[in-house]
């Protein structure tokens, strides 16, 4: 999944974005609000990492902004100020989970998957179709009870597949969840992971849609 990192630390926000980026996650990382908000406007994030205090503002401003736009993408606050009074203002500006600093990466992860999973209307952790499940907190599988490990890349096309069973997606939508602004985008690399997929999975585990896109196929 795409995750907005703003982060105005540049050792902090690499940090971030190599971490969650080992957890499964593609992360973009700005440093102020007026680079949040040009990047917002754009489609294609999940969630949002969000600093309280940066160069040009508060997060909490940007916060509320994007609440009042109608947006519900899930946020996770992540500040050293860390004082009760603080985590109550922060969610009650509309922020889904709030985390004081220092922190831990995998319990940040662990927080961003699960915000992640209640925007998505789910409450269970793993994924299953088809005989598979996937365990997004292992970045593993098991087919039928076999174990089954994937690449990083892999991984997240599998796993946007998996969000919304039947539903189709186009390879640009797919690209979006593999690569980051920095990364230079592969002409055929959505091909190539649906082949190594098909190759784990079975052919019929994932179809093509001529002309629209990918989906996994019906139970049966």
């Known amino acids: 999944m795409r995750i907005l990192i703003v982060e105005d630390d540049p050792v902090l926000s690499e940090g971030l974005s190599v971490g969650l980026g080992l957890s499964g996650f593609t992360a973009d990382p700005v440093a102020t609000l007026a680079d949040a908000r040009a990047a917002l406007a754009g489609p294609g994030f999940a969630g949002m990492v969000l600093d309280v205090m940066l160069p ?6 940007l916060l509320a ?9 899930p946020v996770l606050l992540l500040t050293a100020r860390d004082q009760v009074r603080d985590r109550i203002s922060g969610l009650d500006a509309g922020a889904d989970d709030y ?10 992860a662990a927080r961003l998957r699960a915000i992640l999973r209640r925007a998505e209307g789910r409450s269970a952790a793993v994924l299953r179709w088809n005989g598979l499940e996937l ?5 593993r599988g098991e087919l039928r009870g076999a ?9 997240a096309v599998l796993h946007a597949l998996m969000e919304r069973p039947g539903q189709i997606l186009s390879k640009p939508a797919l690209e979006e969840r593999l690569y980051g602004w920095q990364e230079e985008i592969e002409s055929n690399a959505v091909e190539v992971h649906v082949h190594h997929l098909r190759a784990k999975l079975g052919r019929g585990f994932i179809e093509t849609v001529r002309g629209l896109g990918y989906r996994v196929a019906a139970e049966g």
């Open 56 to 61: 040009d503002g508060s997060g909490l401003d």
């Open 147 to 155: 174990p089954l490990a994937f690449s990083r890349r892999e991984f």
């Open 99 to 108: 985390l004081g600093k220092p922190f831990d990466l995998e319990e940040l």
């Open 135 to 139: 365990d997004p907190a292992r970045m």
């Open 65 to 73: 902004e994007i609440r009042r736009g109608g947006s519900d993408l």
